[in-house]
């Protein structure tokens, strides 16, 4: 959870400046913004008169950074950006990064990047593996530096499962019936991950059926995507942590080895070493399932225990509860809500250069649905209220609902649902499609512009 600016400011102590000169020069700019955190009021008012005499619009995403990190009142300072931009609607620290991600044409000024730093490291001296000058220039990300936000917590403040700790069915008395779980099966190793134990960690390392893989669940964006982590000319297995930023309220998940972000959407370096070495990460189908369905069908399957080693509440319904039932997002990103609302739920697929979404309430009663994702015909099977999706390549077959919920018809032939894949009356076999459940924020923030969404024909 993001702490209060006077909290955060409490925590580092004052930065050591002194008050800006009169003129504004911009071989001065880095001095006068760090004034802006000053804890003098004088000092941050001289400094708001010379940025608000000098102008221009590089100067806004240092303003904005301000706004958060200010122990002064931040109304001056938004007047200041109102004048600059001529906008004069937007009040909040929110609504300006709203704005800064619609323009992206505005260039930060140099400065802004030492001041921004230089911030982030006083809050966690930790901050510093990521933010390494070499690595922040602006032509060697993938992202906009000024659009990567604080998440209110420290690098491994969410700390992430390495290898937990499983139990069997029979000792998981504490799971009710109702609580969501994450679903994986791999040459028959099966296993439930509960999500009211994942909210609190947002990551696992793993191996199941002998494929070391990583669960990033960004809880701002209602996604678990399970990624292989074992990588073309790497030798070991990458090992995943969560940094404490976030883009466009999506965490910004980093490898142990280079500390390198990514985007935990995408499964693309961001940011680090490995930038630019054209790494996309292997999805693996993973499914959300209330744990009555899922122990039903997988009554043999393993379950995380609440042994991790943490001090944690891992109640039902407790991790997120008022971000899981609010439509309002956390933090900021621009999202077209024209078609959907921002935190309505979606199940996505991207193969082979394509990208599709299909709405959760699309699968209501059970609903299979015959579609299509670029070259690759697919059948989907899902459940709305079990917020539960599994996508298979069905060829040139078109199913039907069975008369159970673990069949399918094609034809007058029965196929049997798994978590690989569908298996026909004489041994054939549908292979399983990663995808996975978001909020349509972050979907069409991040695959807007490439996916299809499903329109119920």
Not at 234 to 240: A, D, K, N, S, Y
Not at 368 to 385: K, Q, S
Request: hydrophobic share 40%.
């Amino acid at each position: 959870m993001m702490q209060t600016r006077r909290g955060v400011l409490a925590g580092m102590g004052a930065i050591g400046v002194a008050g800006p000169r009169a003129a504004a020069v911009d071989d001065d700019l880095h001095q006068t913004f760090a004034a802006l955190l000053h804890e003098d009021e004088e000092t941050y008012l001289a400094a708001l008169d010379t940025l608000r005499v000098r102008g221009g619009l590089d100067l806004i995403a240092g303003l904005i950074f301000a706004i958060r990190f200010t122990p002064h009142d931040s109304a001056p300072l938004i007047r200041v950006i109102q004048e600059i931009t001529g906008e004069t609607e937007r009040v909040e620290w929110f609504d300006w990064m709203l704005w800064q991600e619609a323009n992206p044409q505005v260039v930060p000024h140099p400065s802004y990047v030492g001041l921004k730093r230089e911030t982030y490291l006083r809050i966690d001296p930790e901050f510093d593996v990521f933010l390494r000058p070499e690595h922040i220039g602006r032509d060697r990300m993938k992202i906009r530096f000024e659009e990567i936000t604080w998440g209110g917590v420290v690098k491994d403040g969410i700390p992430s499962l390495d290898a937990p700790k499983l139990i069997p069915v029979d000792e998981a008395d504490f799971m009710l019936g109702s609580d969501f779980v994450f679903g994986i099966e791999i040459d028959g190793d099966v296993r439930a991950y509960p999500l009211r134990i994942m909210g609190w960690h947002e990551m696992f390392n793993d191996v199941i059926g002998g494929v070391p893989l990583a669960l990033a669940y960004c809880t701002l964006c209602g996604s678990g995507i399970l990624f292989e982590t074992q990588v073309q000319d790497r030798g070991e297995p990458l090992v995943f942590g969560s940094s404490g930023f976030l883009y466009r309220s999506n965490k910004l998940m980093f490898d142990r080895q280079t500390h390198s972000l990514w985007n935990q959407f995408t499964g693309r370096p961001v940011m680090g070493p490995l930038v630019d070495t054209g790494i996309e990460l292997k999805q693996r189908p993973v499914v959300i399932e209330p744990w009555v369905r899922w122990v039903a069908r997988h009554p043999e399957t393993k379950v995380l225990s609440l042994e991790t080693g943490y001090d944690r509440n891992y109640g039902s319904g407790v991790v997120y509860d008022k971000y899981f039932r609010s439509p309002k997002l956390m933090f900021p990103a621009v999202v077209d809500q024209t078609r959907l609302k921002q935190k309505d739920y979606v199940f996505g697929i991207r193969t082979f250069g394509a990208a599709k979404a299909w709405p959760v309430t699309a699968f209501e009663n059970g609903r299979v649905i015959n579609d299509r994702v670029g070259e690759l015909n697919v059948v989907l099977v899902g459940d709305r209220l079990g917020r539960t999706v599994r996508a298979y390549a069905r060829g040139g077959r078109v199913f039907g609902p069975g008369s159970r919920a673990v069949e399918l018809y094609s034809g007058i032939e029965t196929w049997s649902v798994g978590e690989e894949f569908l298996t026909g009356p004489h041994g054939q076999r549908a292979l399983r499609v990663a995808g996975h459940i978001a909020y349509w924020f972050a979907w069409d923030g991040y695959l807007g512009d490439i996916a299809e969404l499903y329109d119920g024909s």
